[in-house]
C-alpha cells in the first residue's frame, strides 16, 4: 500500500501523525501501569486537599460578619483569577525556592497542593451557593432542638447543600483530574510520571502525535464515567431509593391519599 | 437586657419581660411582658404582621430580642452568658413549614437531637423515637424520607421530633397553616392530647376552634402588643377592645 498521489502522502501523514496505531499501543502500556496510578493518586489527592480548604472557605464566606468573610473572599478571587499555570509555579517552584519544603524536593506533593488550592478555590464558591439554597427553616429546626450552630451545619444543612451541587462538583473534578497534568512542570522521577508525562516524553523521542491520542484516551476514560457517575448520583439522591424499592409502594396507612407535597405551598 | 440576675418570685413555664423586637426602623415587638404558667396552654392570635410569630421565635431565641428578658423557669435566657443551645434543648418548637430533615429517615429526624445533643446512643434514641412515633400515629412511617408523607403526616413528625427530647414547653408557630383543612384535624388533635396531658404550650394560630376550646388563655396581639390577655370565654364572647372585636369579625 505505497502512497502514490501527493494527496494521500499528505493525508497518510496526517492519519501517521496522529493515529499511529503502533505508537499509541506501544504506549498504552507505561499509560495504563505508570501513568494512569499516578495520575489518579494526584487528582485525588488534590480533590481532597481541594474538598477540605472549600468546606472551610465556605463556611467562612456564609458569615455574617465581613472580616471572617475577607480572608476567604480574597481566597477564592485571587486562586480562580490566576491563571492555573501562575499558581502551580508558584508553589511548586516558588515555595522550595522561598525555602518552605513540606514535601521536601518531591514534586508530587507540591503538585497536590497547587491543584488543591485552587480546585479548593471553585469549590468553595459551588459550596457556598449549594449551602445557601438550603432552606434557612432546616438550620432554625436544628438549633431549635439544641444543636449547635456547627452541629446543626454539618448534621442538617451542609449535607443538603452538597446534594444539590454534585453534578457542579463532578465539573470540578473532571477540571482536577485535567490539570493534574501541570504536574509536568515540576519535572518528575522515574516511576512518578503521570499520562500526560509519558506521552510528551514519548513524543519528543519519536516527534509523532500519537502519544498524545493515547494519553487523550487515558483521560476520556476516567473524566466521562466519572460525570456520569456523578449524575447517576445526583439522580437517585434526588429521586429517592429506585422505583422497584417495595418500602416507596407498600403504604401502611392508605387512607392518606394526598400528594407527599401537600402544604409545602403556602 | 439589664442585667437583673435573681428569678422572678413565682417562676412560670415561660415568662417574658418588656420584650422589644425591631428590624431596622421597623418595630415589631415593643415592651411585651407575658408568661406561660406551668401546664397551660396559651394561645396568640392576631392580624398578621401583628408580631406573634416574631414572640414565639424570640422565646427559643431563633429570633434575638433587642431588649427585654426571657426567662425559661429559673433561667434566664436573655442573660450574656446564658447557655442557650441548652436551653433550646428544653424548649420545643413546631413550625408552619414542618422543617423535618429531608436527606434523614423519619426515625433519624426524630433520633438526631437525642444522639448528639443528648448525647444518647443510637438504639435507646431509636426506642424513644419509636415509642413517640407510635404516639403521633405513625411508627409504620419510621423508615420512610418526610418527602413520603403527607403534610398532616409531616407534622406530626415534626411534633414527635420536638416532644422525643422531653422539654419544659412547646412552642407551634401556625403549625397547620401549611396544611390542606382535610389535614388539620389529625394535627390539631394531637395538639389538644398534649395540651389536656398537662404539656406547657404556646401556640401561635389562625385556629379560633382550637383556641377556643384547647386553650387555657388567649392572648390577642396588635401592632407588636400585647392588647389583650384572658380566658378564650372573655376573648371570644366578651370582646371589649375594638381592635379585638374587628379581627374576630373577620375570622369568625
Known amino acids: ?266 | 437586657m439589664t442585667a437583673v440576675t435573681r428569678a422572678p418570685a413565682t417562676p412560670a413555664a415561660l415568662r417574658v419581660t418588656g420584650l422589644s423586637k425591631s428590624y431596622g426602623s421597623h418595630t415589631v415587638l415593643r415592651d411585651i411582658t407575658i408568661d406561660v404558667r406551668a401546664g397551660e396552654t396559651l394561645c396568640l392570635i392576631g392580624p398578621s404582621g401583628s408580631g406573634k410569630s416574631t414572640l414565639l421565635k424570640c422565646l427559643n431565641l431563633l429570633e434575638t430580642p433587642d431588649s427585654g428578658e426571657i426567662w425559661l423557669g429559673g433561667t434566664c435566657l436573655t442573660a450574656p452568658r446564658a447557655d442557650v443551645d441548652a436551653a433550646r434543648a428544653r424548649i420545643g418548637m413546631v413550625f408552619q413549614h414542618f422543617n423535618l430533615f429531608p436527606h434523614l429517615s423519619v426515625e433519624r429526624n426524630v433520633t438526631l437531637a437525642l444522639t448528639s445533643v443528648k448525647g444518647m446512643d443510637r438504639e435507646q434514641a431509636r426506642q424513644i423515637a419509636l415509642r413517640r412515633l407510635a404516639e403521633v400515629g405513625l411508627s409504620a412511617f419510621a423508615d420512610r424520607r418526610p418527602a413520603q408523607l403527607s403534610g398532616g403526616q409531616q407534622q406530626r413528625v415534626a411534633i414527635a421530633r420536638a416532644l422525643a427530647m422531653e422539654p419544659e414547653v412547646m412552642l407551634f408557630d401556625e403549625a397547620t397553616s401549611a396544611l390542606d383543612p382535610e389535614l388539620v384535624k389529625d394535627v390539631l388533635a394531637v395538639m389538644r392530647d398534649l395540651a389536656s396531658g398537662g404539656m406547657t404550650m404556646a401556640v401561635v394560630t389562625h385556629e379560633m376552634g382550637f383556641a377556643r376550646e384547647a386553650a387555657d388563655r388567649v392572648a390577642f396581639m396588635c401592632d407588636g402588643r400585647l392588647a389583650e390577655i384572658d380566658t378564650p370565654d372573655q376573648i371570644f364572647e366578651r370582646a371589649e377592645h375594638p381592635r379585638l372585636r374587628q379581627f374576630l369579625s373577620q375570622v369568625l
Open chain 1, 1 to 266: 500500500m505505497a502512497p502514490s498521489t501527493p494527496q494521500d502522502l499528505a493525508s497518510n501523514a496526517l492519519v501517521n501523525t496522529f493515529f499511529n496505531w503502533d505508537l499509541i499501543l506501544q504506549t498504552f502500556p507505561r499509560l495504563i501501569t505508570e501513568g494512569l496510578l499516578n495520575t489518579i493518586v494526584i487528582a485525588i489527592g488534590a480533590i481532597v486537599v481541594g474538598i477540605v480548604i472549600a468546606l472551610l472557605a465556605a463556611m467562612l464566606l456564609l458569615s455574617n460578619r465581613w472580616w471572617i468573610r475577607l480572608p476567604a473572599r480574597l481566597y477564592v478571587d485571587i486562586f480562580r483569577g490566576l491563571p492555573v499555570i501562575i499558581t502551580v509555579m508558584l508553589v511548586g517552584v516558588g515555595l522550595p525556592a522561598a525555602g518552605f519544603r513540606p514535601f521536601g524536593t518531591d514534586p508530587f506533593g507540591y503538585a497536590i497542593l497547587a491543584i488543591g488550592i485552587i480546585s479548593g478555590a471553585y469549590t468553595a464558591e459551588i459550596f457556598r451557593s449549594g449551602i445557601q439554597s438550603v432552606d434557612p427553616g432546616q438550620l432554625q429546626a436544628a438549633r431549635s432542638l439544641g444543636l449547635s450552630y456547627l452541629k446543626a451545619m454539618r448534621l442538617v444543612v451542609v449535607p443538603q447543600g452538597i446534594r444539590r451541587v454534585l453534578p457542579a462538583m463532578a465539573g470540578q473534578f473532571v477540571k482536577d483530574i485535567k490539570e493534574s497534568s501541570l504536574v509536568y512542570l515540576l519535572g518528575l522521577a522515574a516511576g512518578q510520571r503521570e499520562l500526560y508525562f509519558i506521552a510528551q516524553e514519548e513524543v519528543a523521542r519519536t516527534y509523532n502525535s500519537s502519544p498524545l491520542i493515547a494519553a487523550g484516551l487515558c483521560y476520556l476514560c476516567l473524566t466521562i464515567p466519572l460525570t456520569y457517575f456523578m449524575n447517576h448520583l445526583d439522580k437517585r439522591l434526588r429521586e429517592g431509593p429506585k422505583p422497584g424499592n417495595p418500602l416507596a409502594i407498600a403504604d401502611p396507612h392508605p387512607q392518606t391519599p394526598v400528594p407527599a407535597t401537600a402544604g409545602e405551598k403556602a
